[in-house]
């Protein structure tokens, strides 16, 4: 080799390990949580892969997982305890700030889900929550559901709030739940209930997460501007009943509410003035799903049991063999609803994307409300993550 291109491979050598030295930064603190379990690890794997073959469900959703997170310089200087997100919430909704959090779920078609926070920047969502799957009550133990397992490798650099269903858990869980020691809790009851179940209803969870971890928890819970559809005791009209099932769990010690799925801004604005009339002082946020195409809007639909009106369902089926067309359609669908329900002046200043693993078309929505000046960088903390 001749001598003159050794400085300049010397340099390039030197840059690749300095980007490897800033990753291992970003990983240190989930790497050193991971080993400190490494046992508990070693022997779910070995047991996992004996029944593979009758409990394919139960191994696919409880094997340990390398984690696909890319954090900003700003999360990893301020890597470490993160803010009490119940207050980050409040003191936003106080003074006004227009904020949002993003939802995951922890695998698409079984690839583990991959976020780089640097494309949100400027602005980074105030928490990441991930959704919990119906499957995960069969986990052993607890802590190798792969949201907990991400939550974990999440919760140094930003808020970060698994869900938890009542569906199946016995009381055993709940505990083994609790002794985690995670700071944030989106408490949900599900779809279905069994008979098995410790808990029949959210507010149960709420009161235990409260016993078990005090004020030290946030806990967020769920309310249903249309009702619930899926419900076997509320139907989709007794929204009433279901508010004052909503001011129960707020009353047993949740933080603050974040809405299911409504794709029109009346019933969200009604179920706003209907919970300052019913007493509820927790923050509200407002669920927004942006889906990148209409086979992915009806997938949603699917899932939640939540339609589009039927005039508005027929405009969008006329992209769906056109997914940039359909997406334009769906993203322009969002920000009027936030504008509408913004505009209607009632305390509302969070949004929380369903984002379905699919960020494109909310990175569209986050631009539009900066451009608008609605969606703003506020001063540095550490949830910021600003360079």
């Not at 191994?59 to 340990?64: G, H, Q, V």
């Not at 904020?99 to 640097?118: A, H, L, M």
């Not at 049991?305 to 359909?326: G, L, S, V």
């Amino acid at each position: 080799m001749s001598a003159a291109p050794r400085p300049t491979l010397l340099r390039h050598v030197a840059a690749v390990a300095q980007r490897r030295c800033c990753y291992c930064c970003c990983c240190c603190c989930y790497w050193r949580q991971l080993s400190q379990r490494s046992h508990q690890v070693r022997n779910i794997s070995q047991i996992m892969h004996a029944i593979e073959g009758t409990l394919s469900v139960t191994a696919s959703t409880s094997l340990p997982i390398e984690p696909c997170f890319h954090f900003t310089a700003g999360q990893v200087a301020n890597c470490g305890k993160q803010p009490r997100l119940g207050d980050l919430v409040a003191n936003k909704t106080r003074i006004g700030e227009f904020f949002y959090g993003i939802e995951i779920t922890s695998n698409t078609r079984g690839i583990i889900t991959c976020v780089d926070f640097n494309q949100f920047l400027p602005v980074l969502p105030t928490f990441i929550s991930l959704a919990w799957l119906a499957p995960y009550w069969q986990v052993e133990p607890i802590g190798q559901v792969q949201t907990l397992q991400l939550t974990r490798a999440l919760e140094s650099y930003i808020p970060a709030m698994p869900h938890l269903s009542t569906y199946r858990l016995s009381e055993q869980h709940y505990d083994d739940f609790f002794d985690l020691n995670f700071d944030n809790l989106l408490a949900v009851r599900g779809d279905e209930l069994h008979e098995d179940q410790a808990y029949k209803y959210t507010r149960q969870m709420v009161a235990h997460a409260r016993r078990a971890r005090g004020k030290e928890m946030t806990i967020a819970v769920a309310g249903h501007p249309e009702g619930h559809a899926n419900d076997l005791e509320l139907g989709p009209q007794d929204i009433d009943k279901d508010l004052t099932y909503l001011k129960e769990k707020i009353d047993c010690g949740s933080d603050f509410i974040i809405t299911q799925i409504c794709y029109t801004p009346e019933p969200l604005i009604e179920f706003l003035r209907k919970v300052h009339r019913v007493g509820i002082e927790a923050p509200v946020m407002v669920g927004v799903v942006v889906p990148n195409s209409f086979k992915s809007y009806l997938q949603m639909e699917r899932v939640s049991k939540i339609r589009m009106p039927k005039e508005m369902r027929a405009e969008a089926e006329k992209y769906k063999n056109d997914d940039a067309k359909a997406q334009s359609y769906f993203v322009q669908h969002a920000l009027s609803l936030i504008q509408r329900v913004l505009d209607a002046d009632l305390g509302m200043h969070g949004i929380q994307f369903y984002t379905m693993n699919n960020f494109e078309p909310v990175f569209e929505v986050l631009g539009e409300l900066r451009r608008r000046g609605i969606l703003k960088e506020s001063s540095p903390n550490a949830a910021s993550g600003a360079a």
